[in-house]
């Protein structure tokens, strides 16, 4: 089950991770803050009694519940919440009755079977126009300026430098930063045409794929850089995904 809080978050209860759709940054949730989220999302019309809890998260999965056990996962869920980002009180306390999700919590819930790789979300939301903004992807466009200057011309005026290593499969070029090894380039490349069906390379292409790390108060994030153009129309499409590791 996937649940949207807010088209901010986005928590995913098969991974057990609480992620920022904005930034990529992201929280692996222990499995009883897991549970414990969960419950409260499926059940956010309703106050849940701490007997409620007590029953759903910890008995019966061989948890000790107490008072002081259930007040440390909240307070870690809603440390959870605010390092994320989220600035709304997502998780409420009733007085002498248990927890509920805000009213005021915008929550979407998801059924659909997700993709088993991880970058599928994320090559979703760039194809979908509807939903792009440029300050999501100025990480993109400063490596585009920084390490793609040839993409600003004609694919005849491309240079043929040094810090460009350049790849030919059937009728696709690849271009890749010199540093990459072919493993590399491969990897990319299985990576996006595992999610956007096979590469082909039987009508005149150019491929850009590029590596970059960016650094938030959560850590560093890898990220991949996939951008396929067609010579005949010069249009182009670009895909940009969090490596699983350091999602």
Known sequence: MIFDIEKLLQFDTENATLVN?????????SLTSARLLAELLNHRKD??????????VFD????????????????ILRKNFFELGMEKDVIVTIPR????ISESVAVNAFNEKRADNFFTEDIKAVKKQSDFHAVHYLPIII????????????????????????VQQGKCIIFSP???????????????????????????????????????????????????CISSNNKCISYYFREKENA
């Open 143 to 166: 490596l585009l300026l920084m390490s793609f200057p040839f993409m600003l011309f004609k694919p005849e005026s491309i240079p043929d430098d040094t810090t460009t290593k350049k």
């Open 97 to 100: 009755v248990g927890f509920r």
């Open 21 to 29: 759709q904005m930034t990529g940054d992201s929280i692996e949730l």
């Open 47 to 56: 106050v849940l009694s701490r007997e409620e809890i007590f029953q759903s």
């Open 178 to 228: 010199s540093s990459f090894s072919d493993k590399d380039v491969n990897d990319i490349i299985s990576v996006t045409t595992q999610n956007t069906g096979k590469l082909d390379c039987s009508i005149e292409k150019e491929i850009y794929i590029d590596r970059l790390q960016i650094n938030s108060a959560l850590g560093t994030n890898n990220q991949m850089l996939f951008i396929e």
């Open 60 to 75: 019966q999965h061989g948890a000790r519940s107490s008072n002081s056990n259930l007040n440390q996962y909240i307070s």
